[in-house]
Protein backbone atom coordinates (compact mmCIF):
# COMPACT_ATOMS: atom_id res chain seq x y z
CA UNK A 1 0.00 0.00 0.00
CA UNK A 2 1.14 3.49 -0.87
CA UNK A 3 0.24 6.24 1.09
CA UNK A 4 -1.93 7.43 -1.53
CA UNK A 5 -4.90 8.83 0.70
CA UNK A 6 -7.50 7.78 -2.16
CA UNK A 7 -6.68 4.17 -1.54
CA UNK A 8 -7.68 1.75 1.16
CA UNK A 9 -6.16 2.07 4.67
CA UNK A 10 -8.71 -0.25 6.72
CA UNK A 11 -10.12 -3.70 6.95
CA UNK A 12 -12.80 -4.43 9.37
CA UNK A 13 -13.95 -7.43 9.94
CA UNK A 14 -16.63 -9.33 12.25
CA UNK A 15 -15.89 -12.12 14.36
CA UNK A 16 -18.08 -15.33 14.87
CA UNK A 17 -18.37 -17.19 10.76
CA UNK A 18 -15.95 -14.68 9.49
CA UNK A 19 -12.19 -15.24 11.82
CA UNK A 20 -13.25 -17.55 14.32
CA UNK A 21 -15.98 -19.95 15.05
CA UNK A 22 -16.36 -22.02 11.41
CA UNK A 23 -19.75 -22.11 10.94
CA UNK A 24 -20.52 -19.75 13.49
CA UNK A 25 -21.90 -22.58 15.74
CA UNK A 26 -21.41 -21.31 19.19
CA UNK A 27 -24.59 -19.24 19.36
CA UNK A 28 -26.95 -21.69 17.97
CA UNK A 29 -27.15 -24.34 20.40
CA UNK A 30 -27.62 -21.61 23.34
CA UNK A 31 -30.23 -19.90 21.14
CA UNK A 32 -32.53 -23.42 21.04
CA UNK A 33 -31.21 -23.89 25.00
CA UNK A 34 -32.01 -20.68 26.37
CA UNK A 35 -35.60 -20.86 24.50
CA UNK A 36 -36.28 -24.23 25.91
CA UNK A 37 -35.99 -22.98 29.10
CA UNK A 38 -39.06 -21.07 28.58
CA UNK A 39 -41.19 -24.22 27.03
CA UNK A 40 -39.97 -23.36 23.30
CA UNK A 41 -38.84 -25.43 20.93
CA UNK A 42 -36.84 -22.83 17.95
CA UNK A 43 -34.91 -25.08 15.02
CA UNK A 44 -31.15 -24.03 14.58
CA UNK A 45 -32.19 -22.71 11.45
CA UNK A 46 -34.68 -20.47 12.66
CA UNK A 47 -31.55 -19.33 15.36
CA UNK A 48 -29.25 -18.37 12.81
CA UNK A 49 -31.73 -16.10 10.80
CA UNK A 50 -31.10 -12.91 12.67
CA UNK A 51 -27.30 -13.61 12.93
CA UNK A 52 -25.27 -10.88 13.19
CA UNK A 53 -27.31 -8.47 15.22
CA UNK A 54 -26.58 -7.62 19.16
CA UNK A 55 -27.91 -10.62 21.47
CA UNK A 56 -30.93 -8.91 22.89
CA UNK A 57 -32.71 -7.62 19.67
CA UNK A 58 -31.71 -11.06 18.04
CA UNK A 59 -33.93 -12.67 20.20
CA UNK A 60 -36.19 -9.85 19.98
CA UNK A 61 -36.68 -10.55 16.51
CA UNK A 62 -36.89 -14.36 17.17
CA UNK A 63 -39.61 -13.51 19.76
CA UNK A 64 -40.98 -11.76 16.62
CA UNK A 65 -41.62 -14.11 13.75
CA UNK A 66 -44.78 -15.68 13.68
CA UNK A 67 -44.14 -19.37 14.51
CA UNK A 68 -42.02 -18.66 17.43
CA UNK A 69 -44.45 -15.95 18.59
CA UNK A 70 -47.70 -18.50 18.39
CA UNK A 71 -45.57 -21.19 20.62
CA UNK A 72 -44.59 -18.68 22.79
CA UNK A 73 -48.31 -17.56 23.59
CA UNK A 74 -49.97 -21.35 23.22
CA UNK A 75 -46.95 -22.40 26.31
CA UNK A 76 -47.61 -18.79 28.35
CA UNK A 77 -51.05 -17.95 27.45
CA UNK A 78 -50.28 -14.56 25.91
CA UNK A 79 -47.79 -12.69 23.37
CA UNK A 80 -44.24 -12.38 24.31
CA UNK A 81 -43.32 -8.92 25.89
CA UNK A 82 -40.16 -6.84 26.59
CA UNK A 83 -40.19 -8.45 29.66
CA UNK A 84 -39.39 -11.72 28.19
CA UNK A 85 -37.69 -10.90 25.54
CA UNK A 86 -34.85 -9.55 28.63
CA UNK A 87 -35.39 -12.62 30.33
CA UNK A 88 -34.52 -14.50 27.20
CA UNK A 89 -31.77 -12.58 27.09
CA UNK A 90 -30.80 -13.29 31.03
CA UNK A 91 -30.50 -16.62 30.58
CA UNK A 92 -28.65 -16.61 26.80
CA UNK A 93 -25.45 -14.55 28.15
CA UNK A 94 -24.18 -16.80 30.77
CA UNK A 95 -24.85 -19.54 28.48
CA UNK A 96 -23.24 -18.55 25.45
CA UNK A 97 -19.88 -17.12 27.57
CA UNK A 98 -19.39 -20.63 28.54
CA UNK A 99 -19.37 -21.69 25.07
CA UNK A 100 -18.11 -19.20 23.62
CA UNK A 101 -13.81 -20.00 24.52
CA UNK A 102 -14.35 -23.65 22.84
CA UNK A 103 -15.71 -22.27 19.63
CA UNK A 104 -12.73 -19.57 19.13
CA UNK A 105 -10.46 -20.88 16.81
CA UNK A 106 -9.12 -18.74 14.15
CA UNK A 107 -10.59 -20.27 11.14
CA UNK A 108 -7.67 -21.66 8.33
CA UNK A 109 -5.97 -18.56 6.56
CA UNK A 110 -7.40 -15.87 8.71
CA UNK A 111 -3.80 -15.46 10.46
CA UNK A 112 -1.54 -15.20 7.38
CA UNK A 113 -3.77 -12.88 5.36
CA UNK A 114 -4.10 -10.57 7.78
CA UNK A 115 -0.22 -10.64 8.68
CA UNK A 116 -0.06 -10.03 4.63
CA UNK A 117 -2.63 -6.97 5.09
CA UNK A 118 -0.82 -5.66 7.79
CA UNK A 119 2.87 -6.06 5.93
CA UNK A 120 1.23 -3.72 3.14
CA UNK A 121 -0.08 -0.91 5.79
CA UNK A 122 -3.69 -1.63 6.27
CA UNK A 123 -5.11 -1.32 9.94
CA UNK A 124 -7.35 -4.19 11.13
CA UNK A 125 -10.25 -3.42 13.09
CA UNK A 126 -13.44 -5.78 14.25
CA UNK A 127 -16.67 -5.28 14.83
CA UNK A 128 -19.03 -8.14 16.59
CA UNK A 129 -22.72 -8.82 17.91
CA UNK A 130 -21.07 -9.87 21.15
CA UNK A 131 -20.61 -8.20 24.39
CA UNK A 132 -16.94 -7.47 25.87
CA UNK A 133 -17.81 -10.03 28.42
CA UNK A 134 -17.96 -12.61 26.03
CA UNK A 135 -15.07 -11.68 23.79
CA UNK A 136 -12.78 -11.58 26.90
CA UNK A 137 -13.14 -15.31 26.74
CA UNK A 138 -12.34 -15.46 23.18
CA UNK A 139 -9.75 -12.82 22.56
CA UNK A 140 -6.73 -14.84 24.12
CA UNK A 141 -7.63 -17.81 22.04
CA UNK A 142 -7.83 -16.10 18.94
CA UNK A 143 -4.57 -13.68 19.36
CA UNK A 144 -2.50 -17.12 20.67
CA UNK A 145 -3.44 -18.37 17.10
CA UNK A 146 -2.26 -15.31 15.59
CA UNK A 147 -5.21 -13.42 14.94
CA UNK A 148 -5.54 -9.75 17.42
CA UNK A 149 -6.93 -6.47 15.64
CA UNK A 150 -6.04 -3.53 16.30
CA UNK A 151 -9.56 -2.53 17.70
CA UNK A 152 -12.58 -4.31 19.19
CA UNK A 153 -15.94 -2.85 19.14
CA UNK A 154 -18.81 -4.60 20.79
CA UNK A 155 -22.55 -4.85 21.42
CA UNK A 156 -23.63 -2.02 23.84
CA UNK A 157 -20.31 -0.10 22.73
CA UNK A 158 -22.61 2.64 20.38
CA UNK A 159 -26.11 3.62 20.64
CA UNK A 160 -27.34 0.94 18.65
CA UNK A 161 -25.53 -1.99 16.34
CA UNK A 162 -26.34 -3.82 13.13
CA UNK A 163 -27.41 -3.00 10.73
CA UNK A 164 -26.68 0.23 11.72
CA UNK A 165 -23.27 1.72 10.84
CA UNK A 166 -22.52 2.93 14.30
CA UNK A 167 -20.13 0.12 15.56
CA UNK A 168 -17.95 0.67 12.37
CA UNK A 169 -17.75 4.31 12.47
CA UNK A 170 -16.65 3.63 15.62
CA UNK A 171 -13.87 1.46 14.69
CA UNK A 172 -13.02 4.06 12.25
CA UNK A 173 -13.14 6.74 14.55
CA UNK A 174 -10.20 4.24 16.77
CA UNK A 175 -8.55 3.43 13.79
CA UNK A 176 -8.57 7.18 12.67
CA UNK A 177 -9.56 6.15 8.91
CA UNK A 178 -11.81 8.67 7.13
CA UNK A 179 -13.41 8.35 4.66
CA UNK A 180 -15.12 5.36 5.43
CA UNK A 181 -14.90 4.38 1.77
CA UNK A 182 -11.24 3.61 2.33
CA UNK A 183 -12.16 0.98 4.65
CA UNK A 184 -13.93 -2.54 3.86
CA UNK A 185 -15.87 -4.50 5.51
CA UNK A 186 -15.40 -8.35 6.06
CA UNK A 187 -18.83 -10.08 7.36
CA UNK A 188 -20.43 -13.26 7.00
CA UNK A 189 -24.15 -12.27 7.56
CA UNK A 190 -26.60 -10.35 5.85
CA UNK A 191 -27.04 -7.39 8.42
CA UNK A 192 -23.07 -7.52 8.89
CA UNK A 193 -23.33 -6.56 5.15
CA UNK A 194 -25.92 -3.91 5.77
CA UNK A 195 -23.77 -2.65 8.52
CA UNK A 196 -20.82 -2.10 5.93
CA UNK A 197 -22.97 -0.75 3.15
CA UNK A 198 -25.00 1.92 5.78
CA UNK A 199 -21.63 3.16 7.25
CA UNK A 200 -20.40 4.00 3.35
CA UNK A 201 -17.54 1.01 3.25
CA UNK A 202 -16.93 -1.34 0.62
CA UNK A 203 -18.30 -4.89 1.57
CA UNK A 204 -16.89 -8.54 1.20
CA UNK A 205 -19.42 -11.44 2.06
CA UNK A 206 -17.94 -14.51 3.46
CA UNK A 207 -20.17 -17.23 2.59
CA UNK A 208 -18.14 -21.24 3.37
CA UNK A 209 -17.01 -20.27 6.79
CA UNK A 210 -19.82 -18.14 7.80
CA UNK A 211 -23.49 -18.37 9.49
CA UNK A 212 -25.23 -18.58 5.95
CA UNK A 213 -23.15 -21.89 5.22
CA UNK A 214 -23.50 -22.55 9.14
CA UNK A 215 -21.16 -25.91 9.06
CA UNK A 216 -18.01 -26.86 11.00
CA UNK A 217 -14.84 -27.32 9.28
CA UNK A 218 -14.95 -31.20 9.38
CA UNK A 219 -18.51 -31.31 7.78
CA UNK A 220 -17.58 -28.93 5.26
CA UNK A 221 -14.84 -31.06 4.62
CA UNK A 222 -17.02 -34.19 4.41
CA UNK A 223 -19.43 -32.51 1.81
CA UNK A 224 -19.77 -34.03 -1.47
CA UNK A 225 -18.00 -31.63 -4.18
CA UNK A 226 -21.56 -31.49 -5.90
CA UNK A 227 -23.29 -30.54 -2.27
CA UNK A 228 -20.41 -28.11 -1.39
CA UNK A 229 -20.99 -26.36 -4.68
CA UNK A 230 -24.42 -25.68 -4.08
CA UNK A 231 -24.44 -25.01 -0.76
CA UNK A 232 -22.15 -22.10 -1.68
CA UNK A 233 -23.95 -20.76 -4.18
CA UNK A 234 -26.98 -20.63 -2.25
CA UNK A 235 -25.15 -18.70 0.84
CA UNK A 236 -23.15 -16.41 -1.83
CA UNK A 237 -26.53 -15.56 -3.72
CA UNK A 238 -27.86 -14.49 -0.19
CA UNK A 239 -25.16 -12.20 1.16
CA UNK A 240 -25.13 -11.06 -3.06
CA UNK A 241 -28.56 -10.13 -2.12
CA UNK A 242 -28.14 -7.75 1.08
CA UNK A 243 -25.65 -5.73 -1.45
CA UNK A 244 -22.52 -7.40 -0.50
CA UNK A 245 -19.52 -6.05 -3.54
CA UNK A 246 -17.83 -8.91 -3.88
CA UNK A 247 -18.32 -12.43 -1.51
CA UNK A 248 -15.62 -15.37 -1.46
CA UNK A 249 -15.55 -18.21 0.46
CA UNK A 250 -13.27 -17.58 3.17
CA UNK A 251 -11.09 -14.43 4.26
CA UNK A 252 -7.87 -16.63 3.35
CA UNK A 253 -9.57 -15.73 -0.07
CA UNK A 254 -9.64 -11.98 0.35
CA UNK A 255 -6.60 -10.70 -0.81
CA UNK A 256 -7.38 -10.94 -4.14
CA UNK A 257 -10.62 -8.89 -4.03
CA UNK A 258 -8.52 -6.08 -1.75
CA UNK A 259 -6.65 -5.49 -5.10
CA UNK A 260 -10.02 -5.17 -7.58
CA UNK A 261 -10.69 -2.82 -5.05
CA UNK A 262 -7.85 -0.80 -4.79
CA UNK A 263 -8.13 -1.16 -8.41
CA UNK A 264 -11.56 0.79 -8.59
CA UNK A 265 -10.81 3.33 -6.27
CA UNK A 266 -7.75 4.45 -8.40
CA UNK A 267 -10.07 5.02 -10.85
CA UNK A 268 -12.25 7.48 -8.86
CA UNK A 269 -15.07 4.99 -7.99
CA UNK A 270 -16.81 4.25 -4.62
CA UNK A 271 -18.91 2.23 -3.29
Not at 128 to 145: N, S, W
Request: aromatic letters at 8%; charged letters at 20%; proline letters at 7%.
Amino acid sequence: MTNDPNLLRAIVFDWAGTVVDHGSLAPMGVFVEAFAEFGVTISVDEARGPMGMAKRPHIAALLSQPRIARAWEERHGRAPTEADIDAVYAVFVPKNRAVAASFSDVIPGVANVVSALRARGYKIGSTTGYTRDIMAEILPVAAEQGFSPDCLVCTGDTPDGRPTPFMLWKALTELGVYPPWLCVKVDDTEVGIAEGINAGAWTVGVSVTGNVFGLSLAETQALAPHAFRTKRAEAAARLNGAGAHYVVSGVADLLPVIALIEGRLRRGEKP
